[in-house]
Nanobody
Framework: QVQLQESGPGLVKPSETLSLTCTVSGGSITTNSVVWGWIRQPPGKEPEWMGAIDASGTTYYNPSLKSRTSISRDTSKNQFTLQLSSVAPRDTAVYYC?????????WGQGTQVTVSS
């Protein structure tokens, strides 16, 4: 059974870079035909797909966030990481990592990130 767990700071200051890590257990992030993604949900809004990385390490980004987003991975630790630069209060959200294969699931439990000085 695949499980995902997000980790990272809960508070980030404006203009800084947000960095979150997703640790995957019960499955490999190098499995073919599977992508590993980041999704966020700001308060009172719909979930927003941010980007993903596939088994070969190819990355895909939401065009609206592409200039500020970077996704990478550490296959030795079975982890993938999200970096979002130049954050602002509008980036306050619950951030989720998830497995993608003909749909998104399972998801991690999510981690609240607040952007505030």
């Amino acid at each position: 059974q695949v499980q995902l767990q997000e980790s990272g700071p809960g508070l980030v200051k404006p203009s800084e870079t947000l960095s979150l890590t997703c640790t995957v257990s019960g499955g490999s992030i190098t499995t073919n035909s599977v992508v590993w993604g980041w999704i966020r949900q700001p308060p009172g809004k719909e979930p927003e797909w941010m980007g993903a990385i596939d088994a070969s390490g190819t990355t895909y980004y939401n065009p609206s966030l592409k200039s500020r987003t970077s996704i990478s991975r550490d296959t030795s630790k079975n982890q993938f990481t999200l970096q979002l630069s130049s954050v602002a209060p509008r980036d306050t959200a619950v951030y989720y990592c998830a497995r993608g294969s003909e749909g998104w699931g399972p998801w991690g439990q999510g981690t609240q990130v607040t952007v505030s000085s």
